[in-house]
């Protein structure tokens, strides 16, 4: 047990991001008050959080999640918006780790989340502008090289919708010189991801789910025969604790807080462009990274702004000009915008995990936990969700997969991780501008 006083929302309102200015309407929920009891608590109203309790309010139980601020608040409602199928770490790595049966079964459900999520918005019919296809781009040979034996490996696996684009051919997509060339996902795609977030919630709702908004966790208490979670103003005490609070957590639960490190991404989105320029820049409307260790990754909003995002800040602080640190990247690729003016940008929290393999397990026999999704947490949080409601409903078989995959801690424990994780993108950020 631990008894913090969290202050990481502020006042709990959502960053001053695109996303939040052009977010659908959603109602005030609740504070959490007084002595509650429920058959399921969930901390953390992000996707993690929303995923797992619409797929066991679906399944019949009920749920109710604690949020700290708002839906959203955190990593799901400042994301780059893109679908991309795959863990950080690549299925060669997690069979060189964990053996060829881990890597088989992690092949198995690369695609899931993306699926998960376009089950949601089409049988709770969210608004949240989806649209299909991912690109990846490289920038050397040694790039290209990369990208087809990703495609080659993804194959051997059965998952076949991914092709190669030499030059040309990227250029019908992407519209810039900075690359050799690219992959096309097709089975990838990109979407307002605040409003995805805030219409799963609707839907868990409607199913009779609870939400309270604005109830920081000061204290979690996993050793009880029911696990109790204490706000400011409240307790909550239920038979099953699913802890889904990620990179924002905080100290609250310290069996986790060492598992990973909080670390900042930021997106910046410049004002309407038109329909010209903007479908110059991205003729397909797809969603671009490439595949730096330090990337750059793009899309087009729904009224044509060029959103862009990149940039890594190990231990999760916001850097002082968000708009200094990208536009030098963005003219880069797009010198067509050049001069062009920067109406939003923002900062937000990951969670990296040392092995770039998110990681899911139990603390004691009744308290579950998913965290560490290493900067893909759009889709990999949706497959999670429903791995956790599995195991709660009684189905382990896909939780005791993950919850077996070694993790590891980073080295010099938690007050080196900073240092350490710089030093070793320093080596990698060489890597990619060598080529080797």
């Known amino acids: 047990m631990t008894k913090t006083s969290q202050s990481y929302a502020g006042n709990g309102d959502h960053t001053t991001s695109y996303y939040a200015a052009s977010a659908n309407p959603s109602p005030i929920r609740p504070k959490l008050e007084g002595n509650v009891e429920i058959d399921i608590c969930i901390v953390g109203a992000g996707y993690s959080g929303l995923s797992t309790g619409l797929h066991l309010v679906e399944k019949g139980y009920k749920v109710a999640i604690i949020e700290g601020a708002r839906v959203g ?4 409602g400042r994301n780059g ?53 991912n690109v990846f781009t490289g920038l050397t040979k040694a790039h290209m090289g990369e990208l087809e034996e990703r495609m080659n490996l993804w194959a051997s696996y059965g998952i076949k919708n991914q092709e190669m684009l030499d030059k040309k051919q990227l250029r019908a997509h992407v519209n810039s010189d900075l690359y050799e060339g690219g992959l096309i996902d097709h089975s990838g795609g990109h979407m307002h991801p ?4 805030l219409g799963e919630a609707a839907a868990f709702e409607k199913l009779g789910g609870t939400i309270y908004e604005m109830s920081p966790v000061t204290d979690v208490d996993t050793n009880s025969p029911k696990p109790v979670v204490t706000t400011a103003h ?3 005490t239920c038979k099953t604790l699913v802890l889904c609070g990620n990179a924002y957590l905080g100290h609250v639960v310290p069996t986790l807080t060492s598992r990973v490190m909080p670390v900042s991404t930021q997106v910046m989105a410049t004002e309407p462009l038109g329909e010209e320029l903007a479908n110059s820049l991205i003729p397909t409307d797809v969603c671009v990274e490439d595949i730096r260790y330090i990337l750059d990754y793009y899309r087009l909003s729904a009224d044509k702004r060029m959103l862009f995002g990149g940039g ?56 579950y936990f998913a965290h560490g999704y290493s900067g893909h947490g759009v889709t990999g949080s949706h497959t999670f969700g429903r791995i956790l409601s599995e195991a709660i409903d009684g189905d382990l078989t ?9 993790w590891y801690p980073f ?12 030093i070793g993108s320093w080596w990698y950020a060489l890597r990619d501008k060598t080529g080797f």
């Open 73 to 76: 608040w955190g990593a799901s």
């Open 81 to 133: 918006g893109q679908i991309v199928n795959g863990l950080n770490a690549s299925l060669q790595t997690i069979k060189k780790r964990y053996g060829q049966d881990t890597a088989s079964f992690v092949a198995g459900l690369v695609q899931e989340g993306g699926e998960i999520i376009r089950e949601r918005v089409k049988t709770y019919d969210i608004k949240c502008d989806l649209k299909d296809k």
């Open 194 to 197: 605040l409003n995805l977030a």
């Open 234 to 236: 409240g307790t909550l």
């Open 312 to 367: 890594t800040v190990y231990g999760g602080a916001d850097p002082k000009d968000i708009e200094a640190k990208l536009r030098g990247n963005m003219d880069k690729v797009f010198p067509q915008l050049k001069g062009k003016k920067i109406d939003f940008a923002w900062s937000g929290n990951f969670a990296l995990s040392f092995s770039r393999v998110p990681q899911m397990g139990r603390i004691g026999s009744n308290t």
């Open 398 to 406: 896909r939780f005791d997969v993950f919850e077996n995959v070694p």
């Open 411 to 422: 080295p010099g424990g938690r007050m080196f991780r900073v240092p350490y994780s710089v």
